[in-house]
């Protein structure tokens, strides 16, 4: 069975600077991939960075980025630089043997 | 080219009616699947079709039906329709294990 936990329900973060989103999660599966997933209030599902989880490497998207730890079963999103548009619902996603399980999400509100 | 199509947007049911939500995808994705999103709890997956004639349970199944009825199509089915089915519910797909889930935009059900 494959759990994903996100722990902060709702964050705020200042414009131009840099906030982190946690998720853990856990899985049985020996091969899977993280996700996270952006949900503007268009109620729009955007994808917003994946991570194999073969991968030691963190990966990166502009100006989202993660922090993979795959023994603490761990992965975090940074967002630098942070703008207006990224004011959004913050999903954590696991995939394996084709189910795709999402943590509670976070609520993130970018000020001016 | 659509992506992930649901039918309706917005529903309104009475206690005890039933109703089917349609999905459709246009992009030969073999993986399918249904959520609901409701405050405080992220997405849910009640049902999902890893290729076509074939459906699994995901987290919570009960009180849903599904039915695979081509590549492109996978519907969910309430039955007789209680007030703890209101939420907002999301089709996906996906080509491949562990790629990216491609959403529709979401329908609003509301049951009375």
């Known amino acids: 069975a494959q759990t994903v936990t996100q722990s902060q329900p709702e964050m705020s973060v200042q414009e131009a600077e840099t906030v982190t989103l946690s998720c853990t999660y856990d899985?049985?599966?020996?091969?899977?991939?993280l996700f996270w997933y952006k949900q503007p209030p268009s109620r729009q599902m955007i994808l917003v960075i994946r991570?194999?989880?073969?991968?030691?490497q963190n990966a990166t998207e502009n100006r989202f980025s993660v922090n993979f730890q795959k023994a603490a079963k761990s992965f975090s999103l940074k967002i630098s630089d942070s703008q207006l548009g990224d004011t959004a619902m913050y999903f954590c996603?696991?995939?394996?043997?084709?189910?795709?399980?999402f943590g509670t999400g976070t609520r993130l509100k970018v000020l001016a | 080219n659509a992506g992930v199509t649901q039918t309706p947007k917005f529903q309104v049911l009475k206690t005890g009616q039933s109703m089917t939500l349609q999905c459709a995808q246009d992009?030969?994705?073999?993986?399918m699947y249904w959520y609901r999103q409701d405050p405080g709890m992220g997405l849910r997956l009640i049902y999902y079709?890893?290729?076509?004639?074939?459906?699994d349970k995901g987290e919570v199944p009960n009180g849903y039906n599904v039915s695979r009825l081509n590549k492109r199509e996978f519907s969910l089915r309430l039955e007789s329709a209680a007030p703890s089915q209101t939420s907002v519910y999301f089709c996906?797909?996906?080509?491949?294990?562990?790629?990216?889930?491609?959403f529709g935009n979401g329908t609003r059900l509301t049951v009375t």
């Open positions: 996906a797909s996906v080509d491949r294990l562990n790629s990216p889930l491609h």
């Open positions: 992009m030969n994705h073999n993986s």
């Open positions: 899985t049985s599966e020996s091969n899977y991939y």
């Open positions: 991570q194999e989880a073969y991968k030691q």
């Open positions: 996603a696991c995939s394996g043997t084709y189910k795709y399980i």
């Open positions: 079709s890893a290729s076509e004639g074939t459906t």
